[in-house]
C-alpha cells in the first residue's frame, strides 16, 4: 500500500517498509547498480527502520531506498543513505517515487533538514536530487574507496514542496 499520494510517480507501484524477504532482491539490485555495494549484512540491518523502504512492481522489488532521522544540534537531521533502482526499471520514475515517499517519511519521523553524498560522477542521481530540491553544499574529495569525489546536498524539509 503506498501511503503518499505523490510516491505512485511510476504506475502500478507499491511503495512500503522493507521486510526480510526483501533482502536478497534488495541486495541483487545494489549489486548491480553500484561498483562498490554493501556488503548484506547492512541491510539486515537497517531492517525494523522506517526509512528503509521498497518499491514493488508484479510482486517484485525494483527499487528501495534507506534512510533514518539522527538528532543534530537541536535540529533533527535525515540522512539519506542509498537509493536503487533496478537497472531495467531506471527511467520509469520509480527512483522519484521512491525518494518523495522517504523524505515524506523523514518529515514525519522528525527531520527538519535531510542530508545525502552523491558520486559526482552520478549525473542523473544529481538531477533527480536537485529537481526535487536538494542544494549542493560542498565537495567531499576521494570519498568513495575508489577515490571519486562526493558532493554533499541538502534539503530543507520545511520549505519542500514534496
Request: hydrophobic fraction near 45%; glycine fraction near 8%; aromatic fraction near 10%.
Amino acid at each position: 500500500m503506498t501511503s503518499h499520494p505523490d510516491a505512485s510517480d511510476a504506475a502500478d507501484l507499491t511503495i512500503r517498509e522493507a521486510d526480510r524477504a526483501d533482502l536478497l532482491a534488495v541486495f541483487r539490485i545494489e549489486k548491480s547498480v553500484f561498483p562498490q555495494p554493501w556488503p548484506f549484512a547492512s541491510f539486515e540491518r537497517f531492517l525494523g527502520n522506517r526509512g528503509f523502504l521498497v518499491a514493488v512492481r508484479d510482486g517484485a522489488v525494483v527499487g528501495y531506498a534507506i534512510a533514518d532521522v539522527n538528532a543534530n544540534h537541536g535540529r533533527d537531521l535525515g540522512h539519506l543513505k542509498d537509493i536503487a533502482v533496478h537497472p531495467e526499471m531506471q527511467g520509469e520514475g520509480v527512483g522519484r517515487a521512491l525518494l518523495r515517499r522517504v523524505l515524506f517519511t523523514l518529515r514525519l519521523a522528525g527531520a527538519d533538514v535531510v542530508k545525502l553524498e552523491v558520486r559526482e560522477s552520478n549525473d542523473v542521481a544529481r538531477s533527480l536530487y536537485e529537481d526535487v530540491g536538494f542544494e549542493r553544499v560542498r565537495r567531499v574529495s576521494a570519498y568513495y574507496d575508489d577515490g571519486e569525489d562526493a558532493f554533499v546536498m541538502v534539503l530543507d524539509l520545511a520549505e519542500w514542496q514534496g
